[in-house]
């Protein structure tokens, strides 16, 4: 299937089902349905969020964004936890809508050969490459809770200041990009 210009994969994506959110009963959970599947796409679309776990197999990419876990389906089906509200829920979709045309449009020059060697990262491993001084310079009172927010996706790498200028952490910052390129958070 090929698309004009102006053309877009995915026309829309609705809400389907509406539910307390199981982590806090003042936000909503959600369950929608596009009118295209995504089996094509999610492979590409894997490769557009680097904490994502991605299944061929079970045919879903989950990911975790701020304190929302979503998850898409080759099917259609997305499900949106820790929502504040429908209109959250609305245009967060309608952002996932628009990623998906991104990618669909985008796919040849995607490069998913290494989709499948990206590992899981958890907060702990990415923890135990810093150093561990709680000072608080990255914005986060812990570097604990730097590596969850790294994790996360809600800040980069080099607002850890003492890992990239305190030449003793070198060898920690080395290793902590690697993990981080072998999880798919870096490129190269």
Same mark, same amino acid.
């Given at each position: ?5 102006? !053309?877009?994969?995915? /026309?829309? +994506?609705?809400?389907?089902? &509406?539910?307390?959110?199981?982590? =806090?009963?003042?936000? %909503? ?64 979709? !309608?952002?996932?809508? /628009?990623? +998906?045309?991104?990618?669909? &449009?985008?796919?040849?020059?995607? =490069?998913?050969?290494? %989709? ?73």
């Amino acid at each position: 299937m090929r698309l004009m210009d102006n !053309e877009e994969y995915v /026309k829309f +994506i609705k809400i389907k089902q &509406k539910e307390e959110c199981f982590a =806090d009963p003042d936000r %909503i959970k959600i369950v929608a349905q596009s009118d295209k599947n995504f089996e094509k796409v999610l492979p590409y679309l894997a490769t557009q969020f680097p904490n994502a776990i991605y299944s061929q197999e079970a045919g879903f990419i989950s990911y975790k964004e701020k304190r929302r876990m979503i998850s898409i389906f080759a099917t259609g089906k997305i499900g949106i936890t820790y929502l504040k509200d429908e209109e959250e829920a609305r245009q967060t979709l !309608e952002k996932i809508r /628009k990623k +998906i045309n991104w990618v669909y &449009k985008n796919k040849d020059k995607i =490069d998913i050969s290494g %989709i499948d060697k990206r590992k899981p990262l958890n907060a702990l491993q990415i923890y135990r490459y810093l150093p561990a001084l709680n000072c608080g310079r990255c914005g986060f009172p812990t570097c604990m809770s730097f590596a969850f927010k790294l994790l996360s996706v809600e800040v980069t790498v080099d607002k850890c200041l003492p890992l990239f200028e305190d030449s003793k952490y070198h060898k920690k910052k080395e290793d902590l990009l690697k993990l981080l390129r072998s999880a798919g958070f870096l490129k190269g």
